[in-house]
């Protein structure tokens, strides 16, 4: 009798154990296929190198005098070098009326989180501000904070701390 129990509860435990297995699907998704190619344009005498398409993000880089305006410690104020490099995008976003942006706000290592981050978002909306205020539509123009997260300088001094106090401007693809 014992016996019998014991073989009772071990099917039941293997029958409760095989009800709950993951069901495998019956077909498997493709697998990724090979990167598309990347042609270049084509001149009147063939392949144009290095092309740059108008209104990408090459072409903004290429374009405007920085894509990078920088800020003083705990400050978001434009000042007279931020306007002149945000008045070289606003001229290249009324070029193209079609291109969305995000402005990044970021900061230095000092300070806490949640101080950074809404100091970072200072930042993106100020820059955002100066370019709708100049005529960009602002529903063209997403802001973030990243606050301290991305820094892009590595370091512990005046010089990396000022690197990291800025508001970029990354233009979206299309």
């Not at 400050?75 to 490099?85: G, P, S």
């Not at 291109?99 to 000092?110: A, Q, S, Y």
């Not at 806490?112 to 960009?136: H, I, Q, S």
Request: net charge neutral; hydrophobic share 35%; glycine share 8%.
């Amino acid at each position: 009798m014992p016996r019998l129990t014991t073989s009772l509860l071990l099917a039941g435990a293997l029958v409760a154990t095989a009800a709950c297995s993951k069901k495998h699907p019956e077909q498997l998704p493709p697998a990724p296929g090979p990167a598309p190619e990347q042609t270049q344009p084509t001149g009147p005498s063939g392949p144009v190198g290095d092309a740059v398409v108008p209104g990408s993000s090459a072409d903004f880089k290429r374009s405007v005098t920085s894509d990078t305006v920088h800020f003083g410690l705990d400050q978001y104020d434009i000042d007279d070098t931020a306007r002149a490099i945000l008045d070289t995008q606003v001229a290249w976003l009324n070029r193209y009326p079609n291109v969305r942006v995000t402005i990044e706000g970021h900061c230095d290592e000092r300070g806490t989180r949640e101080y950074n981050l809404a100091l970072g978002d200072r930042r993106a909306n100020a820059a955002k501000n100066y370019l709708a205020g100049r005529g960009v539509d602002a529903s063209r123009i997403n802001t973030i904070s990243y606050g301290k997260e991305r820094p892009i300088a590595l370091g512990s001094d005046e010089e990396s701390w000022a690197a990291n106090r800025r508001a970029v401007t990354v233009v979206l693809s299309q």
